[in-house]
């Protein structure tokens, strides 16, 4: 009876151990890829200059959407300002928080766990994205609603459908909120 006991637990367990992993795999690796756009990170040249046409300065509020590994947020903490970043895939959250912890730049740049679908940005005086072009539609509507006269939107490689780039160096586009 024990043994029979034993092997349905083992038979059980085998069972569930790769059932939990495919589960796991699928909730925190392809559902953010599926609901959002896959984790491509920026070169650090293209970092550079979405921050510098973004022209950001001292006490404005900053916002990287889909902020993936934090590079936009740590780029722009080491500068003196306040960054915030949304991202919907827990593990890349996660591997921010690290590398911000790393940077030393805990009292500038954070890392929210959140979809940036269900954020206000009327505070925020700069948007960044690298987006992909299946929500810039979307995006878009959502942007021109939201902030306020004069802030700027820097996003890489993807345009809006309507919305025309006050600035354009390379694949790297500025907009401005009229």
């Given at each position: 009876?024990?043994?029979?006991?034993?092997?349905a637990l083992l038979g059980f367990l085998?069972?569930?151990?790769?059932?939990?992993?495919?589960?796991?795999?699928?909730?925190?690796?392809?559902?953010?890829?599926?609901?959002?756009?896959?984790?491509?990170?920026?070169?650090?040249?293209t970092v550079e200059k979405m921050i510098?046409?973004?022209?950001?300065?001292?006490?404005?509020?900053?916002?990287?959407?889909?902020?993936?590994?934090?590079?936009?947020?740590?780029?722009?903490?080491?500068?003196?300002?306040?960054?915030?970043?949304y991202e919907i895939n827990p593990l890349?959250?996660?591997?921010?928080?690290?590398?911000?912890?790393?940077?030393?730049?805990?009292?500038?740049?954070?890392?929210?766990?959140?979809?940036?679908?269900?954020?206000?940005?009327?505070?925020?005086?700069?948007?960044?994205?690298?987006?992909?072009?299946?929500?810039?539609?979307?995006?878009?509507?959502?942007?021109?609603?939201?902030?306020?006269?004069?802030?700027?939107?820097?996003?890489?490689?993807?345009?809006?459908?309507?919305?025309?780039?006050?600035?354009?160096?390379?694949?790297?586009?500025?907009?401005?909120?009229?």
């Amino acid at each position: 009876m024990e043994v029979l006991f034993i092997a349905a637990l083992l038979g059980f367990l085998a069972f569930i151990v790769p059932l939990t992993a495919f589960v796991f795999l699928l909730w925190f690796l392809l559902l953010p890829i599926i609901k959002g756009a896959p984790f491509v990170p920026s070169e650090a040249k293209t970092v550079e200059k979405m921050i510098e046409l973004a022209k950001i300065k001292p006490g404005e509020h900053v916002v990287d959407l889909g902020s993936g590994d934090g590079r936009f947020l740590i780029a722009v903490a080491q500068k003196g300002i306040e960054a915030h970043g949304y991202e919907i895939n827990p593990l890349l959250v996660w591997w921010t928080r690290r590398r911000i912890r790393k940077a030393g730049m805990q009292k500038r740049a954070f890392a929210h766990w959140k979809s940036f679908w269900r954020v206000d940005y009327s505070s925020f005086d700069v948007v960044l994205i690298f987006g992909i072009f299946y929500i810039m539609r979307r995006l878009e509507k959502k942007l021109r609603e939201e902030l306020k006269p004069g802030a700027r939107v820097v996003s890489n490689a993807f345009t809006f459908p309507t919305w025309v780039p006050e600035k354009k160096e390379g694949g790297v586009y500025l907009y401005r909120q009229t």
